[in-house]
């Protein structure tokens, strides 16, 4: 299972940090993922990252704002989101999965496991 949590409301160029926990599971094994889903939009991928962190990617629209991190001792993945845009307002969805490939990182077909999502709301 995986458990979400950080999110809020912050004014535009503020910061918020997501976390998400997985439990039951070799955490280390897992590829992790943010995803995003603004109001009326579909679910979009934000950022992922496989085993010690070496091996990231992001979306265009957050790249130089957002930072995923693990913490595999801890089994946590972490968002760190600065300069927030009001675009940015999303319900924000962490994904696991153990066996996915890096090409399917982007579509959400791919993951096994979703966490239940924290609202990020970003006023102007």
């Known amino acids: 299972q995986l458990q979400a949590s950080g999110g809020g409301l912050v004014q535009a160029g503020g910061s918020l940090r997501l976390s998400c926990v997985l439990s039951g599971g070799t955490f280390s094994r897992y590829t992790m993922s943010w995803f995003r889903q603004p109001p009326g939009k579909e679910r979009e991928f934000v950022a992922a990252i496989k085993l010690a962190g070496g091996n990231t990617d992001y979306a265009d629209s957050v790249k130089g704002r957002f930072t995923i991190s693990r913490d595999n001792a801890k089994s946590t993945v972490a968002l760190q989101m600065n300069s927030l845009k009001p675009e940015d307002t999303a319900v924000y969805y962490c994904?696991?999965?153990?066996?996915?490939?890096?090409?399917?990182?982007?579509?959400?077909?791919?993951?096994?496991?979703w966490g239940q999502g924290t609202q990020v709301t970003v006023s102007s």
């Open positions: 994904a696991a999965s153990a066996t996915i490939i890096r090409s399917s990182w982007y579509g959400v077909d791919g993951y096994n496991y």
